[in-house]
C-alpha cells in the first residue's frame, strides 16, 4: 500500500499575468477562460484581480492563478508588485488597433525589467472576430513573435476561438521549463516543494528562455 512515489500529489501554482493597452480585451480573456463568460459592455478594471484555474499535466495538480490590471498610466503605481513572481504572461494587442500593436515592445520591456523569472511569453492578437475590420495582419503579428522569441495566437474572446489553448499553451511551457529546473536542481527543487510560487534562480546556470512561436489563427 504506502508506495506512493515522492511525486505524487505534487501540485504547482504558477503566476500568471495578462498585459497590453487599455481596451484590448484583457479582462474578457480571462473572464471567458476561467468562467466562461464574455460581458460586452465590461468596465475598465480598477485595480488587479486574479482567477485561480486548475489544470492536469502529467498526473500533477498545476494551479495557474492569472492577474488581470487595468493599461492605464494611472495604475502604473501597483507596476513591481503585479510582475513580481510571474511565471507566464500574455501580452495583448487588439487586431482592429494599430496603437495597441506599436505598444507590445514597450511592454515586453517593462516585463523584462520587473519579472524576476523565466517567463513563458506568448503574444496574442485578440478579438479575431473583428476580421471585416483588422488593422493588424497575422503575418505582423508572427513576425514580431519570432522576432521576440515569443509564441503567438490569435484569439477571440467574443466567441471563444483559441482562448483555452492560448492560456493552457502557456500554463504547459510554464510546467516544462520548472520541470526542466527541477531536473538541474535539488536544492531548487527543495525550495519549490517550500513555496510553490517563487522561482529561485541561485546564478549558477542562468534561467534559459524557450523562444518558440505558436501559431494558429481561424479561418
Known amino acids: 500500500m504506502g508506495s506512493s512515489s515522492e511525486d505524487e ?3 504547482y501554482l504558477f503566476k500568471i499575468v495578462i498585459i497590453g493597452d487599455s481596451a484590448v480585451g484583457k479582462s474578457n480573456l480571462l473572464s471567458r477562460y476561467a468562467r466562461n463568460e464574455f ?3 465590461s468596465k475598465a478594471t480598477i485595480g ?3 482567477q485561480t484555474q ?3 499535466i502529467d498526473g500533477k495538480e498545476v494551479k ?3 492577474w488581470d490590471t487595468a493599461g492605464q498610466e494611472r495604475f502604473r503605481a501597483v507596476i513591481s508588485s503585479y510582475y513580481r513572481g510571474a511565471f507566464g504572461a500574455l501580452i495583448v494587442y487588439d ?3 494599430n496603437s495597441t500593436f506599436d505598444s507590445i515592445p514597450r511592454w515586453l520591456d517593462e516585463l523584462k525589467t520587473h519579472s524576476d523569472t523565466t517567463v513563458a511569453r506568448m ?3 485578440n478579438k479575431g472576430d473583428l476580421e471585416n475590420i483588422r488593422a493588424v495582419s497575422v503575418e505582423e503579428g508572427k513576425s514580431l513573435a519570432e522576432t521576440e522569441g515569443l509564441f503567438f495566437m490569435e484569439t477571440s474572446a467574443l466567441d471563444s476561438t483559441n482562448v483555452e489553448k492560448a492560456f493552457e ?3 504547459r511551457e510554464i510546467y516544462n521549463n520548472v520541470r526542466r529546473k527541477v531536473l538541474n536542481s535539488d536544492s531548487y527543487k527543495a525550495e519549490l516543494s517550500v513555496n510553490r510560487v517563487s522561482l529561485v534562480n541561485d546564478g549558477s546556470d542562468g534561467p534559459k528562455q524557450t523562444q518558440g512561436s505558436y501559431s494558429c489563427c481561424s479561418r
Open 48 to 50: 488587479v484581480e486574479f
Open 9 to 11: 500529489g505534487e501540485e
Open 169 to 171: 499553451i502557456v500554463i
Open 54 to 56: 486548475t489544470l492536469e
Open 95 to 97: 487586431i482592429s488597433r
Open 123 to 125: 503574444l496574442v492578437g
Open 64 to 66: 495557474a492563478q492569472i
Open 39 to 41: 460581458n460586452l459592455h
